[in-house]
């Protein structure tokens, strides 16, 4: 992992990245390499792949950091990215896996209320997606929606948000 990590961190290869990248995502479903990855500053180095131009490289840094979310240690450090990872949402081509992987990020970050606060300016892009994306971009913006709507604090904020 920790090669995984520094590989991550010398090359600009697109190509290798996303192999680094696949390979710590595979790795982060087991959860004794989750800390592992944190412990060894890998939650920044992924993150940081978020600012990459690459698509795909974007794509799978944010599927590396799904898999690393399901840690709540992780997940008070994969919050700084919350807003960057909104912005990635909002910008993506409708329905594109990067945008659905951003979805998913953001649904694991929505379970529990303690982040819900930087997603409220993206909630009108959650909106658009419902009723223009595909079944599979409706249903992953239903689930943060849903996780939204379990917080009150969140009431005003869906329901004065301009569709």
Known sequence: LQKLIHLLQATDDPLIQ?????TLSNSAAFSVNQDIIRNLDGLSVIGGMLSDCVPKVKEKALNALN?????????????????????????APLNSDLQLAGLRLLTNMSVTSN?????????????????EGTERTQIQVLKVLVNLSANPAMTRHLLRAQV
């Open 18 to 22: 996303e192999q680094a990248l696949i």
């Open 67 to 91: 898999n690393l979310s399901m840690n709540i240690k992780n997940q008070e450090e994969i919050q700084v990215y919350i807003i960057q990872v909104c912005r990635i949402v909002e910008s």
């Open 115 to 131: 982040y819900h606060h930087e997603m409220i300016n993206s909630i009108p892009c959650f909106l658009y997606l419902l009723s």
